[in-house]
């Protein structure tokens, strides 16, 4: 049994978004409009997450299970040839009430506003629409700075509202240990770390070390109303793990306002299946309701091959070479195409 829970928000120029499950479109608070995704896929169940599972991003609030295909796709209305930003979010929300989310292993990213309360930060107050999700690691203190917007920032733009607030060591000589967990698996990853002093305190000094699975990284010393990145990639088995590490002149604790951390993913995949195959398969699908489920790319990757199809790469694009079903068995290529 596959279940892939999907919310997704597309965006280039112009933003569209989708919300998986929904059932309506909407507008939401910031105004942006939300679309069904029933228009742009056939294949899946909506489902509602369990009410003590409830997030605050309402768009989680809703998933679409899929129980049968071995690949989902969605086909959405954007011209090609053009680069789009993707951004999914995915939430199982017990809404089967087993309390058993799939364990999978996802190549994912983290964004957090470190030392914020329970409101997750994205437009307005990011104008490029991010996600910042508070938190607040176990051992940590929470810090809002006397000010309220940053002077001078970093090339990344992070926004004020994430800056502002931080955590921090309970003294002076205490380490901050972050992980990150990607399951076991080599990854590369990108790690982008944002740094204010909360406080103007001439007395004081605050200088600590920035250390990536135990490697040096470099060493800050934070700025009043002003925001200090620091960037660094690190090849990682399983957890990253961010270390900071007071100096030996440091009168304050380290600290740190916010942070990204991305992996890198498997090469995509830039070849399609031969648009001959694709136009009969089309014609499939819209004569066969057993074949509803069927979109995307039907060939590519190899180990995602839609079921019920044999595809061959000695091809150049790839060919399907025969579909089997419950309606009919046929050598597709000799059929459609060979006669």
Not at 270 to 283: H, I, K, V
Not at 295 to 311: A, S, V
Request: hydrophobic share 35%; charged share 20%; glycine share 4%.
């Amino acid at each position: 049994m596959i279940k892939v829970l999907l919310f997704a928000n597309f965006f280039a120029q112009k933003a569209f978004s989708e919300d998986c499950g929904s059932d309506t479109s909407y507008k939401d608070a910031n105004g942006d409009t939300w679309n069904s995704d029933d228009d742009y896929i056939k294949a899946g169940d909506n489902k509602q997450v369990a009410p003590s599972s409830s997030s605050k991003v309402e768009q989680l609030n809703t998933l679409r299970v899929f129980f049968k295909q071995n690949k989902i796709c969605y086909t959405l209305p954007t011209p090609s040839s053009t680069r789009y930003l993707v951004r999914a979010m995915f939430w199982y929300g017990n809404y089967d009430g087993l309390s058993k989310p799939r364990d999978m292993a996802w190549f994912n990213s983290y964004r957090y506003d470190y030392g914020a309360n329970d409101r997750i930060l994205g437009y307005p107050d990011d104008p490029f629409n991010r996600i910042w999700e508070p938190q607040i690691p176990p051992g940590l203190e929470s810090v809002t700075a006397n000010f309220t917007s940053i002077d001078v920032t970093s090339v990344n733009d992070p926004p004020d509202s994430a800056i502002i607030t931080a955590v921090e060591a309970q003294s002076s000589s205490d380490t901050i240990h972050l992980s990150f967990s990607f399951g076991n698996i080599s990854h590369l990853d990108h790690v982008e770390m944002y740094f204010t002093e909360p406080f103007l305190q001439t007395s004081e000094t605050r200088s600590f070390k920035v250390l990536l699975n135990k490697s040096y990284v470099n060493t800050t010393n934070p700025e009043y109303q002003k925001c200090v990145s620091i960037g660094a990639n690190s090849l990682s088995v399983g957890t990253l793990n961010v270390q900071l590490v007071p100096t030996s002149d440091s009168t304050l604790s380290p600290i740190i306002s916010a942070i990204e951390v991305y992996t890198v993913s498997e090469p995509l995949v830039t070849a399609t299946t031969s648009q001959n195959d694709l136009d009969g398969l089309g014609e499939f699908v819209h004569n066969f309701e057993q074949l509803k489920g069927w979109n995307g790319e039907p060939c590519l990757p190899n180990d995602t091959i839609w079921q019920r199809l044999n595809c061959s790469t000695d091809y150049q694009p790839p060919r399907v070479t025969a579909m089997y079903t419950q309606i009919l068995t046929v050598p597709f290529l000799l059929l459609m195409f060979l006669a």
